[in-house]
């Protein structure tokens, strides 16, 4: 007997993918207005010098309150936000970080191209197109899933800026490689110009990764010789190229000396401060190379950390890749130019970044966009087990959301603090990482949209404290118009927040470590009459004050000897804190 046919699927699945991640895709927009978004503390310093450069009207010198954080980065991260905000008219979170998600829309467009074009190349004629979108569809997907995407392609921070600007030359070179590299002045000038636009955005510096990287293309991909035989002939001509690449960008990046009125602050602010800062150490270049936060194991698993959720995928992608160079070894088979260049961009950026004493996996960001490539290439070749250590985490990162949302109902004594549809898409998620892990069919399409979805509930868990829950009263922001305010800081740059809480108040900054725990009350009040303090739930604020108006807010650290405990026992005192707006009672 003859087993039936199996049923067409009434939407082809390359569809469905295409679908999904537009979907993830506009997911990024959910909260983007937000206080509470996975962020870097360093946003509101560029806030800060940002909002106070727009004040004066002018586009340049970069103004602070404080010296040590004015040039920090180069002048087109704020103008920027300068034009975004309306020159202060409407200096608003969700405007400021409107153009950040409009360069990591962007990125994932481009990851999703290559993949689909290198993919095209590889499969059957039959199925080469349906194929060859749905994995783009994919590579796009996992970009946007990795935790280092969402935390710094979101808020008005430089790394999507940078990351599409240096990273669409190597778009460039992995999608036509032999012609591009071939180009006498074309591509080199753009090249060029592309690169310098980044190091507008970051620093200088990223001229050397890309132009190691832009070095090993001309010579494995151009030449077609090992990195070693620079001599050879033809090769200097390349060399000449890259050169001139590099020059052209530092050429740009100058001109912000050519243009600021303050030429030697910068200088000693930006190079020397921000930049050559970062090769010095006093414990000695190989203490810190072999140990702590900032050795030289920080960036060889960088690219692995910033995957977060999808670490595993990641492992397992790099696993796959050495498997099938072991096959292919002896055989006289060769993977893609395009794949090469994927590989090269990832090696000349950990290379680099280990020099430095200094290494952060921020660093590494500009290469992930590869990463997610390569992953969407090899997607059938990973093993399942990655995919199932994916889905573990994830279902942990449900547990968690879960834990957190709990807390926030304990702190606040409100049952119906999150929808129900929160609870359920929780539970929806969890079921769904079990069932991946069960069925072997469901796996990989599961631990592809996993990923994103924890950080969807992360967002979504949130969502009640950017409200009205994490808002004073309009008639509070009323009288505080024009008035001074002391608000708690414990990060440089952390007060700029409350120029979104409170506009229009003239912001004092005092520094409490852990403002939960803040009590010197004579402070508060040295300089203002108005003043918040944070108190866990439950709380009072002082005895010495007069409650004016309260709202909630998440906590931005938490003190070391709460633990990790802490977020188990007691979650809605670990996640959550009051803040009131007092002044100082009568006699």
Not at 435 to 450: D, E, F, N, Q
Not at 560 to 572: D, I, N, Q, V, Y
Request: glycine content about 8%; proline content about 5%.
């Amino acid at each position: 007997m003859t087993s039936p046919e199996p049923l067409k699927t009434r939407l082809p699945a390359h569809r469905i993918w295409i679908g999904l991640a537009i979907l993830v895709a506009l997911g990024y927009l959910f909260g983007l207005g937000g206080d509470h978004i996975p962020r870097n503390g360093d946003e509101l310093v560029y806030a800060h010098i940002a909002r106070l450069t727009a004040e004066t009207g002018k586009w340049l010198p970069l103004v602070s309150s404080y010296d040590f954080m004015r040039n920090t980065k180069p002048p087109v991260l704020f103008w920027q936000a300068m034009v975004a905000g309306g020159w202060g008219e409407h200096w608003t979170l969700l405007n400021l970080r409107l153009p950040s998600i409009a360069y990591t829309w962007g990125i994932a467009l481009m990851t999703a191209l290559l993949a689909w074009k290198t993919v095209q190349g590889e499969t059957a004629p039959a199925d080469r197109r349906r194929h060859a979108l749905a994995m783009g569809a994919i590579a796009a997907i996992v970009y946007l899933s990795f935790f280092s995407t969402y935390r710094y392609g979101r808020p008005y921070l430089t790394s999507a800026p940078e990351t599409f600007w240096l990273f669409g030359v190597l778009f460039a070179i992995a999608w036509s490689p032999a012609k591009l590299l071939a180009s006498r002045w074309a591509f080199p000038l753009l090249a060029g110009i592309a690169i310098g636009i980044g190091c507008l955005y970051k620093s200088f510096v990223m001229v050397v990764p890309v132009g190691f990287a832009l070095a090993l293309c001309y010579q494995v991909l151009g030449a077609r010789k090992a990195p070693w035989e620079v001599f050879r002939r033809g090769v200097v001509i390349d060399g000449v190229k890259v050169v001139a690449i590099c020059l052209l960008a530092l050429a740009i990046f100058g001109l912000w000396f050519a243009i600021d009125p303050q030429p030697g602050e910068v200088w000693r602010e930006f190079v020397v401060g921000e930049n050559a800062g970062k090769m010095n150490s006093s414990k000695g270049y190989f203490a810190i190379a072999f140990s702590g936060s900032s050795g030289i194991l920080t960036i060889l698993t960088g690219y692995y950390s910033n995957a977060l959720f999808l670490l595993p995928v990641a492992v397992g992608c790099t696993w796959a890749a050495w498997k099938a160079w072991r096959q292919r070894k002896g055989t006289g088979q060769s993977i893609s130019d395009t794949e090469k260049a994927l590989w090269i961009w990832l090696l000349a950026f950990a290379l680099v970044f280990m020099v430095p004493t200094q290494r952060s996996t921020r660093y590494l960001i500009p290469a992930m966009p590869a990463l997610a490539v390569l992953i969407a290439l090899y997607w059938e070749r990973i093993a399942r087990i990655w995919f199932s250590l994916t889905l573990a985490i994830c279902l942990i990162g449900a547990l968690a959301m879960g834990l957190i949302g709990y807390g926030g109902v304990r702190a606040t004594q409100d049952a119906w603090l999150f929808s129900p549809l929160y609870w359920i898409f929780l539970g929806v998620l969890a079921a769904a990482c079990v069932a991946g892990m069960a069925k072997p069919g469901w796996t990989r399409p599961v631990a592809a949209l996993s990923s994103f979805a924890v950080l969807f509930a992360l967002a979504w868990v949130t969502a009640p404290f950017n409200g009205d829950m994490g808002r004073f009263r309009a008639e509070t922001g009323a009288l505080l118009k024009g008035q001074a305010v002391s608000v708690p800081s414990n990060f440089n740059g952390h007060f700029e927040r409350y120029e979104f809480i409170i506009p229009g108040a003239k912001i004092v900054p005092y520094f409490a470590a852990q403002p939960v725990d803040y009590q010197d009350v004579d402070a508060l009040f040295k300089n203002t009459r108005y003043a918040l303090v944070q108190r866990r739930a439950g709380q009072k604020p002082c005895e010495q004050c007069r409650v004016i108006d309260e709202r909630w807010d998440l906590r931005s650290r938490q003190d070391e000897k709460e633990g990790t405990l802490g977020a188990f026992k007691s979650p809605e005192t670990f996640w959550y804190a009051k803040e009131y707006l007092v002044e100082r009672a009568a006699p």
